[in-house]
């Protein structure tokens, strides 16, 4: 064994303990420093080195070259994107992966998969969809997309007698999906699957909305020919609007196609007695996307794809090997995804919902949507500023009043970003930006400090 190497062995727990101090550290000044820090011009990549000087110089070199430059990501004022943290048991149970270092694709050594398939489950009860979906760990929502758009592909091709699994895409012909404002996963899915971006067909919107107008998308269906893909929205990127699920499912009874809804974060409403609505008719999908290291508050990557059809899942991924498990009923993981292999993404997610349980991921995500409003609020008393939609759930759009020239924007973005992250977007031609609240710690006071950053710096660049 290399003679550095060793030594780290035989030090392992103490290595180990020095890191946890310098994890902690970074947790608890996650308050104090720059949301987004301002670094000098990067330098130029250190060569590789040849002898290496091991863990604890390694750590010393991280703090001191790369540490100050990482945002504050998991902590209360980063609202760019949709970024979640991590709570305390899903830190600890992401810890615990990496330290079991389970690949959980095979049943031959088979305790990661039983406990993969206990937390989906309890994933399917908490947003209220029925035994009749089956869900698979992947890492995103991109991923989640692609796969429940390829299962989507597989059906497509049972309807027209082929397997684009077995014949290739292009034994399927022209193929038409149609959504009211899909996520751009969803083009990119589409071109990953050779159905192609240009497959994508926007359906109208109701008038000041996001959500698909049912009458339009009907309209469209009746135009499609032979049977089409329809992806609903549970909660849009700029303004988490919905589509109604329970009329575009209503649908099928004219129309054949199959419905993947994409819910990477608006999922979340069904555990918000005052929101729940929002999510019926979710279990009538035939395939789910729902992001978890979003709103579940687990590190990255972790996201989570049901369907109601499996056996075209797994005639979709399924890999032949002798070290592999057969198909049967309950195939081994390593048939249901595109990765042959996986981290044991799972165990951060039970041990979260072992740890708080329903109630406690409800008390996180209605705190969010009440800062979100709170924010919303104190932005649309300032004349200096203007929603761009109403606040529906955890997402203020907003922009500068009178002219938002986009420069403007950015040196107002670039402004705050010490005290608070968001992001630049374009809602109905104008552009704006988007405060996304899903972070575990966000309080109130999180919120009146990024009012109060907003308010100030919109003055100055006045």
């Known amino acids: 064994?290399?003679?550095?190497?060793?030594?780290?062995?035989?030090?392992?727990?103490?290595?180990?303990?020095?890191?946890?101090?310098?994890?902690?550290?970074?947790?608890?000044?996650?308050?104090?420093?720059?949301?987004?820090?301002?670094?000098?011009?990067?330098?130029?990549?250190?060569?590789?080195?040849?002898?290496?000087?091991?863990?604890?110089?390694?750590?010393?070199?991280?703090?001191?070259?790369?540490?100050?430059?990482?945002?504050?990501?998991?902590?209360?004022?980063?609202?760019?994107?949709?970024?979640?943290?991590?709570?305390?048991?899903?830190?600890?149970?992401?810890?615990?992966?990496?330290?079991?270092?389970?690949?959980?694709?095979?049943?031959?050594?088979?305790?990661?998969?039983?406990?993969?398939?206990?937390?989906?489950?309890?994933?399917?009860?908490?947003?209220?969809?029925?035994?009749?979906?089956?869900?698979?760990?992947?890492?995103?929502?991109?991923?989640s997309n692609t796969t429940g758009l390829a299962i989507a592909r597989e059906w497509l091709g049972e309807r027209l007698g082929v397997s684009p699994a077995d014949d290739g895409a292009a034994a399927l012909g022209p193929v038409r999906v149609l959504s009211g404002a899909p996520h751009s996963s969803i083009a990119k899915a589409l071109a990953f699957l050779g159905l192609g971006r240009n497959c994508l067909v926007r359906v109208p919107t109701l008038p000041g909305r996001e959500a698909v107008d049912p009458a339009a998308l009907?309209?469209?269906?009746?135009?499609?020919?032979?049977?089409?893909?329809?992806?609903?929205?549970?909660?849009?990127?700029?303004?988490?609007?919905?589509?109604?699920?329970?009329?575009?499912?209503?649908?099928?009874?004219?129309?054949?196609?199959?419905?993947?809804?994409?819910?990477?974060?608006?999922?979340?409403?069904?555990?918000?007695?005052?929101?729940?609505?929002?999510?019926?008719?979710?279990?009538?999908?035939?395939?789910?996307?729902?992001d978890l290291h979003k709103w579940l508050n687990v590190p990255y990557d972790s996201a989570v794809q049901f369907t109601r059809r499996r056996d075209l899942q797994a005639r979709v991924f399924?890999?032949?090997?002798?070290?592999?498990?057969?198909?049967?009923?309950?195939?081994?993981l390593v048939h249901l995804t595109p990765e042959n292999s996986h981290r044991l993404r799972a165990l951060a997610a039970w041990f979260t919902l072992r740890a708080y349980g329903r109630q406690g991921h409800r008390e996180i995500v209605?705190?969010?949507?009440?800062?979100?409003?709170?924010?919303?609020?104190?932005?649309?008393?300032?004349?200096?500023?203007?929603l761009l939609a109403p606040v529906r759930l955890n997402v203020v759009c907003f922009t500068l009043a009178g002219d938002p020239d986009p420069a403007r924007l950015t040196a107002l973005r670039e402004a705050v970003s010490a005290e608070v992250f968001v992001t630049p977007t374009v809602h109905e031609g104008t552009a704006g930006l988007r405060a996304a609240f899903s972070n575990w710690r966000t309080t109130q006071a999180d919120v009146r400090r990024a009012a109060r950053a907003l308010r100030t710096a919109a003055r100055e660049i006045a």
């Open 1 to 143: 064994m290399d003679r550095t190497l060793a030594a780290d062995l035989a030090r392992l727990p103490d290595l180990l303990d020095t890191t946890r101090r310098a994890a902690a550290e970074a947790l608890t000044t996650l308050d104090e420093r720059p949301v987004v820090p301002h670094p000098p011009k990067p330098a130029d990549p250190e060569p590789l080195p040849e002898h290496g000087s091991g863990t604890e110089t390694a750590l010393a070199a991280f703090r001191t070259r790369w540490e100050p430059r990482l945002s504050a990501s998991a902590g209360p004022r980063y609202f760019g994107f949709v970024t979640g943290g991590a709570t305390p048991a899903a830190l600890a149970g992401d810890w615990l992966t990496a330290a079991h270092d389970q690949n959980s694709n095979s049943a031959m050594d088979g305790a990661g998969q039983d406990l993969e398939r206990e937390t989906v489950g309890w994933l399917r009860a908490l947003f209220g969809l029925s035994d009749a979906h089956t869900g698979t760990f992947v890492s995103g929502a991109t991923m």
């Open 318 to 332: 399924q890999n032949a090997a002798a070290y592999l498990g057969p198909l049967g009923e309950h195939p081994d």
């Open 366 to 386: 209605e705190r969010n949507i009440a800062g979100a409003r709170a924010l919303g609020a104190a932005l649309a008393e300032d004349p200096a500023f203007a």
């Open 218 to 290: 009907d309209r469209a269906l009746a135009d499609t020919p032979g049977p089409a893909v329809v992806v609903a929205n549970a909660g849009t990127v700029n303004t988490v609007d919905f589509d109604d699920l329970t009329a575009v499912a209503a649908l099928r009874a004219r129309h054949d196609f199959w419905l993947h809804t994409d819910a990477a974060f608006g999922a979340f409403a069904a555990l918000s007695p005052q929101h729940a609505h929002l999510t019926e008719g979710l279990d009538a999908s035939d395939s789910v996307c729902v």
